[in-house]
């Protein structure tokens, strides 16, 4: 969490957008920190977006459907051309699906980051990533 923290002060700080996907558990957490670091005004730059909304958006961990709420829940920030940044909670034990699919998004995902040129961060649990991907 403090890593996270120091992401969104810098953000904050710096008056960009900070786009948060996370589970409501941690949000809530988080929240009570800012509360203590940020006034009412500040934390607007925070965007919270709900990390089961983001990535079953469809039902499923499903990359297209991911993909789509991704654009929609950016497209604002684009559209009024404010500077963000992001950083996204990667839940493991939440997946059901081949592991390949989260390889996959991952991809468009860092595509997309690439055409837009904003920072993302995708957090991961380490203790519970396969070993594959900690390699």
């Not at 837009?116 to 380490?126: E, I, K, R, T």
Request: proline share 4%; with cysteine.
């Amino acid at each position: 969490m403090t890593q996270l923290l120091s992401y969104i002060k810098e953000g904050i700080e710096a008056e960009e957008y900070i786009i948060l996907v996370e589970n409501e558990k941690n949000y809530a957490l988080i929240n009570q920190e800012l509360e203590h670091l940020f006034s009412v005004k500040q934390r607007e730059y925070l965007h919270f977006v709900n990390s089961l909304d983001f990535y079953f958006s469809s039902g499923s961990y499903h990359p297209p459907a991911i993909t789509e709420y991704f654009n929609k829940v950016f497209q604002p920030y684009i559209t009024k051309q404010l500077t963000v940044r992001s950083w996204a909670h990667v839940e493991w034990a939440t997946f059901s699906s081949p592991y390949y699919l989260v390889e996959d998004f991952e991809n468009i995902v860092d595509k997309a980051v690439n055409e837009l040129q904003f920072p993302l961060v995708c957090a991961y649990s380490g203790d519970k990533m396969p070993g594959t991907y900690k390699t």
